[in-house]
């Protein structure tokens, strides 16, 4: 038992990533000393980081590895201060890094740009998600630093903007900007999280003091998102199922939009993921992309009559691809990929909208309104709050409640209605 835990352990320690200094004896210096480097290993690989210092191996044990007998010698205290403070450098990153990669991690650790420019710290964040494959929340780290640079340029003529200068007021002021170029509060919100986050991380690293935090109680308040996406009625989702496409753009829109509502309002990424491996006789099972990478969630569809048809008609068949629809390959790396997924998305709203249009549905459709529609008529069907929490693949019940929008007029008018009982007197 006390061998298998010992195994447990070595493995647990093996497989997460860490830092730690040592004297890398493999190459002999010209005076016969060794370099001091910091390795960062993670699954039985490591990179290494170097420091200007080499010690011969007594040296090293005794002074920078134990600090004895250092005399206040002003060098060896130097030398060692310094040292230490990359091996814990190295520790935090990884500590912070949501995802160890060792791309993402030499990102951070060669970070480069103005550490107080704050357009510049959010395009900074923006390569770092992207190298850990991290595409979409990349693209909204980079679009913020963008908005930002636009603000700086336009409000006071130049590219940079200090944090600190975004006081409460400075932030309030942006935010007015923003509303006037027409970026909605959802938008202005999902920047400002992000900006929040960075604040965050450089007051956890001491590069910011705690006074200068600007949100808050009592200071900026992030606005709060607006779900502006009506969700469709169960008439207006028949007019689309029953709509005939005048094209094959408008078919496979159709498709995929009726897919996604039947398959408990799977987003497109995880649609154009299906592998032919991903179905049974009567269900399929898959895991969704956006938590493959943290707490990865296993979800399931019942397969029913319509399922099989749109796959019938849709599916393709490519050697050595797995893969049910043609929007991706086993060719393409992660930015291939979201890329691809992105291109396809653009196009069905496109013709989602033209259909909407020539169906004289109030507004705009897109494929996210198919996932929205999917939970609020389960819920106006009175499906359990669990329920539609466990198809959308949601870890808590406030994330569903999110999505959920108000009950039809129809639903409010019967469930008010017995309010009052006129017929007792």
């Known amino acids: 038992m006390q061998y298998v835990c010992y195994c447990v352990c070595k493995w647990l320690y093996l497989s997460m990533a860490n830092a730690a200094k040592f004297l890398d004896k493999r190459f002999t210096l010209a005076d016969g000393t060794y370099k001091v480097r910091v390795r960062v290993s993670h699954e039985r690989r490591s990179v290494y980081l170097n420091t ?66 704050i357009v510049s710290l959010l395009i900074e964040e923006s390569e770092i998600l992207k190298k850990g494959n991290k595409f979409s929340n990349a693209n909204i780290y980079l679009s913020a630093g963008n908005l930002f640079k636009r603000y700086a340029k336009e409000q006071y003529k130049k590219d940079a903007l200090k944090v600190s200068d975004l006081t409460v007021s400075e932030l309030n002021k942006f935010q007015q900007w923003a509303e006037k170029e027409k970026y909605s509060l959802t938008t202005i919100s999902i920047y400002l999280v992000r900006t929040k986050k960075i604040f965050n991380d450089l007051i956890k690293s001491g590069e910011v003091s705690k006074h200068r935090y600007p949100f808050g109680k009592g200071l900026y308040k992030i606005p709060e998102s607006t779900n502006s996406k009506r969700p469709l009625s169960i008439n207006e989702i028949m007019a689309i199922y029953n709509y005939q496409p005048t094209s094959d753009n408008e078919e496979f829109a159709k498709s995929m939009f009726i897919f996604s509502y039947l398959c408990s309002g799977m987003n497109m990424a995880d649609i154009f993921s299906l592998k032919n491996s991903d179905f049974g006789d009567d269900r399929l099972t898959f895991v969704r992309r956006k938590t493959k990478n943290k707490t990865p969630r296993t979800l399931t569809v019942m397969l029913n009559d319509d399922i099989r048809d749109i796959i019938r008609r849709h599916k393709v068949h490519i050697i ?90 129809e639903k409010e008018e019967n469930y008010t209605s017995n309010l009052l009982n006129k017929n007792i007197v």
């Open 52 to 117: 200007k210092y080499s010690f011969d191996e007594k040296t090293y044990k005794s002074k920078i590895e134990k600090g004895l007998n250092m005399n206040k010698n002003e060098d060896l205290l130097r030398a060692k201060a310094d040292i230490e403070a990359i091996e814990l450098k190295a520790n935090e990153i990884i500590k912070e890094l949501p995802v160890f990669s060792f791309e993402a991690f030499k990102a951070r650790f060669e970070q480069r740009g103005d550490r107080s420019d």
């Open 320 to 409: 050595n691809s797995d893969y049910v629809f043609k929007v991706i390959n086993e060719s393409m790396n992660e930015q291939e990929q979201h890329t691809a997924i992105g291109l396809s998305v653009t196009y069905i709203n496109r013709s989602l909208k033209a259909i909407a249009k020539k169906l004289g549905l109030p507004g705009t459709i897109s494929t996210y309104f198919a996932r929205h529609s999917f939970a609020t008529i389960l819920m106006e069907s009175e499906a359990p709050l669990a329920f539609i929490s466990q198809k959308l693949g949601h870890s808590d019940l406030k994330t569903t409640q999110i999505y959920l929008s108000q009950f039809s007029k």
